[in-house]
């Protein structure tokens, strides 16, 4: 509930007028696009990574889709006021993604971890560890051992990978695309505008390397949309995100 008074876009809304929305109703999107995604990437897997992927409706097919959903809720719990403005002066390196975690593991959601637990769906994955799971889909492989040094013996397998990708991925991630989105919507930059839904039909899981390994791709029907991706995230970079009286009012 905090996430309703942190806008978005910090101080671009006195640009801006528009860009009010908050940090809350973008982790409301992020979850519906990665749910959006997870089911595309289970509906019709290759045959090549078919044994990597949970059987649709088992039980560590309704675990991870929970995973998936509590980590897009979460991702961005540890976002100060005005979001990135006073981030590093006040909470140092690790930034709103140490803080993050320490709200995740703290007594505050230790009532909800345990409900979760409790749940039919769940309790079939009890020897897995919900609160470290969801720490893992929330920062990523890179952010998670960098800010948990201790588990680096907790490796993440390729389908934890895949799941992490679908909220983090630099490129498909469910993040990127729903800040993209809403902040072109709020802002009425219509070139940060592109089509999602193309681009969501089209994702795959794909193997690489020697074949243990997984990574998001395209076919080859989805290349237009990852185009307008690209230069949507250009544009609203050069418009909103590093516009020069936004930066002078953050600084």
Avoid at 224 to 241: D, G
Wanted: proline share 4%.
């Amino acid at each position: 509930q905090r996430l309703h008074h942190i806008h978005q876009l910090g101080m671009a809304f006195l640009v801006y007028p528009g860009a009010t929305h908050s940090r809350f109703e973008h982790s409301l999107g992020v979850m519906e696009l990665a749910t959006r995604i997870f089911h595309r990437l289970c509906k019709e897997p290759r045959p090549d990574v078919f044994h990597f992927i949970p059987r649709k409706d088992s039980a560590e097919h309704l675990y991870w889709r929970k995973i998936l959903r509590m980590a897009a809720l979460c991702h961005d719990l540890g976002h100060m006021p005005f979001s990135h403005a006073c981030e590093k002066e006040f909470l140092g390196e690790g930034g709103h993604e140490a803080m993050t975690l320490k709200i995740i593991e703290s007594a505050y959601l230790k009532d909800v971890w345990s409900k979760l637990q409790e749940k039919p769906a769940l309790k079939t994955s009890g020897h897995r560890d919900i609160v470290t799971d969801v720490l893992k889909v929330t920062l990523g492989e890179e952010s998670f051992y960098r800010l948990k040094p201790e588990l680096k013996n907790t490796p993440f397998s390729p389908w934890e990978k895949i799941v992490a990708e679908i909220i983090t991925g630099d490129f498909f991630g469910a993040d990127r695309i729903d800040y993209l989105l809403r902040d072109a919507r709020s802002t009425g930059i219509v070139y940060g505008l592109f089509d999602y839904y193309q681009l969501i039909e089209t994702l795959r899981i794909l193997p690489f390397g020697r074949g243990d390994k997984l990574a998001l791709g395209i076919d080859e029907g989805g290349i237009e949309s990852c185009e307008a991706l690209l230069l949507a995230r250009h544009f609203m970079h050069k418009r909103v995100y590093q516009h020069p009286t936004v930066k002078v009012y953050n600084f």
